[in-house]
């Protein structure tokens, strides 16, 4: 159903125009109910016998079931997109649905009102037993339910649906409220539909206003753009969706930078050291005097300390690694790490680290250094790791682990 509040204003669209609700030309806002009058001839109808035993399960939407019966029972095309809504009528054993559908492309808040239904938004006095003439479609309401709509192009066919009537449901309407003025000819008193509605000029808007205001309250049948078959770009699901995957692109965008400016400095560090491994070379094959010597030593140098940088590069243990590592090998162990101390040298590719850890049980401790010490993680490497002793508080104990890599 269309939300609407205090800022929310309800027109009336004629086909030539828009009115308000003091039926006074208006121009609507996108914010604004557009609701209009449907001739029930230019609806696709439609009628599903269910048995009781046959109904869906609670927690199926009935009118997503009832959708695909008229799909099953070809009142529906598979292809196309239809609003529609539906009249039940209950029997001992089944349940009859009178469907009233259209292929028309609705607005987000456009409200169409078939001009069959109209007679419900009136007192339930008129509809004890009503007869109504909407252009051509004539309709019967007994004890406040349509039972009866029929195509009267003439008054003889109305004269044939009066005598349907009084056969069917032993009713014989005295008053006829008729939008036409051209009927004549009829044994009851014809009356215009605006004597509904305090002789409003615009008999069809007054009732359309009437029944939409009256839909607030009691459950009325409105045709109006189901949210399920709009856009699917326009869902909360896709909202969700898009919403999620925008964080895990900037969750990803960072790792990736790094680890392809990295890749972009390796690269750049292998195309160097090429480069001076082919001048040394170059250097190497000229004639041997003092001006070139001296400048190969400084080619040399200079090519000692680019080396060293790339090895450097190559071998060097990132921190946060180091400390995913750890935080992995300690994980289930029933440790806390209380603090953490790190230094490093890159170029010696050596570090040191202090971890002050804690847990409830000292055994949790001894088997956490004895981890540390067989992790194969650096096996090829010079490391040493030491550990304090253990102190006990009246929870907790406590230990200094410290671990060195490369360091003498």
């Known amino acids: 159903m269309i939300r609407t509040d205090k800022k929310t204003k309800v027109v009336f669209s004629t086909g030539n125009g828009f009115l308000d609700t003091s039926f006074r030309p208006v121009k609507p806002s996108k914010s604004d109910a557009i609701i209009a009058c449907a001739n029930s001839t230019s609806l696709i109808k439609g009628?599903?016998?269910?048995?009781?035993?046959?109904?869906?399960?609670?927690?199926?939407?009935?009118?997503?079931?009832?959708?695909?019966?008229?799909i099953e029972q070809d009142i529906f095309e598979a292809n196309t997109k239809y609003a529609f809504v539906y009249l039940c009528e209950d029997t001992s054993s089944e349940k009859i649905f009178q469907i009233y559908g259209t292929d028309v492309a609705l607005q987000s808040n456009q409200i169409l009102i078939?001009?069959?239904?109209?007679?419900?938004?009136?007192?339930?006095?008129?509809?004890?037993?009503?007869?109504?003439?909407?252009?051509?479609?004539?309709?019967?309401?007994?004890?406040?339910?349509?039972?009866?709509?029929?195509?009267?192009?003439?008054?003889?066919?109305?004269?044939?649906?009066?005598?349907?009537?009084?056969?069917?449901?032993?009713?014989?309407?005295?008053?006829?409220?008729?939008?036409?003025?051209?009927?004549?000819?009829?044994?009851?008193?014809?009356?215009?539909?605006?004597?509904?509605?305090?002789?409003?000029?615009?008999?069809?808007?007054?009732?359309?206003?009437?029944?939409?205001?009256?839909?607030?309250?009691?459950?009325?049948?409105?045709?109006?753009?189901?949210?399920?078959?709009?856009?699917?770009s326009k869902s909360n699901t896709f909202r969700l969706l898009f919403k999620t995957m925008c964080a895990i692109i900037l969750m990803l965008t960072y790792p990736m930078g790094e680890f392809f400016y990295n890749l972009y400095l390796k690269t750049k560090f292998e195309d160097l050291a090429n480069k001076n491994l082919q001048i040394l070379k170059e250097i190497s094959a000229l004639p041997q005097n003092s001006h070139l010597y001296a400048k190969k030593a400084k080619n040399s140098l200079l090519q000692e300390h680019l080396h060293s940088l790339y090895e450097a590069e190559i071998s060097y243990l990132p921190r946060y690694e180091l400390i995913a590592n750890l935080t992995k090998m300690l994980k289930g162990k029933g440790i806390s790490v209380q603090d953490l101390h790190l230094s490093s040298d890159i170029l010696q590719d050596g570090f040191a680290m202090s971890l002050e850890v804690s847990s409830?049980?000292?055994?949790?401790?001894?088997?956490?250094?004895?981890?540390?010490?067989?992790?194969?993680?650096?096996?090829?490497?010079?490391?040493?790791?030491?550990?304090?002793?253990?102190?006990?508080?009246?929870?907790?104990s406590f230990a200094q682990i410290i671990l060195v890599h490369n360091v003498f």
């Not at 035993?53 to 959708?67: C, E, G, K, R, V």
């Not at 009267?152 to 036409?180: G, V």
């Not at 981890?371 to 304090?388: H, R, T, V």
């Open 47 to 70: 009628q599903i016998r269910i048995d009781k035993n046959s109904l869906p399960s609670s927690n199926i939407a009935f009118s997503d079931w009832l959708y695909a019966k008229c």
């Open 114 to 232: 078939p001009d069959i239904f109209l007679p419900m938004g009136l007192d339930s006095a008129m509809t004890v037993s009503g007869l109504f003439l909407f252009d051509k479609n004539l309709v019967f309401y007994h004890q406040n339910k349509l039972v009866y709509h029929a195509l009267c192009e003439n008054s003889q066919s109305i004269l044939k649906a009066l005598e349907y009537i009084r056969a069917i449901y032993s009713a014989t309407p005295s008053i006829i409220y008729s939008q036409n003025p051209n009927i004549t000819d009829l044994p009851l008193q014809i009356c215009p539909l605006k004597t509904l509605v305090n002789n409003n000029e615009n008999p069809i808007a007054a009732l359309s206003f009437l029944y939409f205001s009256k839909s607030k309250i009691t459950p009325l049948p409105l045709l109006f753009l189901n949210s399920k078959t709009s856009s699917f």
């Open 360 to 396: 409830l049980s000292q055994k949790n401790i001894i088997n956490s250094i004895n981890i540390l010490k067989n992790n194969p993680l650096w096996a090829d490497k010079e490391q040493q790791i030491f550990s304090g002793a253990i102190t006990k508080s009246q929870e907790k």
